[in-house]
């Protein structure tokens, strides 16, 4: 199997805190995972590639000081949202890429994404 | 300011007959695509591939087709059923020298399924 999650599934918090979301690869090693986040009815749009010992990659317009990315283990990629505001109320999911050794593809597994709102 | 309301293309059929999601790419240089599935409040869950290779792959009860000269790529749902009702995405990605797949994936906007019962 290929199975990804996150934690939390939903969380609510105040304006100006900070916020943790973790995702882990539950059955498979991923040197490199993948943050979205998703407005509602809306496609998904990619933050930042987080590869294991080495900086994120973000995407154009993704401040890296305020979506905090760190990816620490094969298993384990976290995003923190610095000071987060209202605006930031999104859903927010990660993905795992899995190599498949000796295929030619590789495909990406997404987690069950976490909602949050700030208030 | 005031946000403008989006609405994803629906696609509404009937139990039981056959579903046909389109999705137009953007990279002539896409050579690897992916069709998820996104149910409400879920991630996205990965259905079926095909490799710029091929123009036509099968999967149980879907197949995915790819035309390269017109960029565009399809789904085919047989025999749908709700629990078939979902998001649809395609997604493109681009593999890397080693044959793995190195850039990003960009999706498609989307296609909501609704099947009637």
């Known amino acids: 199997g290929a199975v990804v999650s996150q934690h939390p599934s939903w969380v609510i918090c105040k304006s100006g805190t900070s916020v943790k979301i973790e995702c882990r690869s539950l059955d498979f090693q991923a040197t490199t995972m993948f943050w979205y986040r998703q407005f509602p009815k809306q496609s998904l749009m990619l933050m930042a590639t987080s590869n294991e010992g080495s900086k994120a990659t973000y995407e154009q317009g993704v401040e890296k000081d305020k979506f905090l990315i760190n990816h620490a283990s094969l298993t384990l990629s976290t995003l923190t949202v610095t000071s987060a505001h209202p605006e930031d109320s999104s859903f927010y999911i990660c993905?795992?890429?899995?190599?498949?050794?000796?295929?030619?593809?590789?495909?990406?597994?997404f987690g069950p994404g976490t909602r949050l709102t700030v208030l | 300011g005031e946000s403008v309301g989006l609405h994803l293309p629906t696609l509404s059929v009937q139990e039981g007959d056959n579903s046909i999601i389109n999705c137009a790419y953007s990279?002539?240089?896409?050579?690897?695509f992916i069709w998820y599935k996104q149910e409400s409040g879920k991630g996205p869950q990965f259905i079926i591939d095909i490799r710029s290779n091929m123009d036509k792959r099968q999967g149980q009860r879907v197949t995915v087709l790819l035309n390269k000269t017109v960029k565009h790529l399809s789904l085919q749902i047989a025999a749908t059923q709700p629990g078939d009702s979902a998001v649809y995405f395609c997604a493109e990605n681009t593999l890397g020298n080693y044959g793995g797949a190195t850039n990003k994936l960009i999706f498609g906007t989307g296609t909501l399924l609704a099947v009637q019962p």
């Open positions: 990279n002539s240089a896409s050579d690897y």
């Open positions: 993905s795992a890429r899995k190599v498949k050794v000796r295929q030619l593809t590789d495909t990406q597994y």
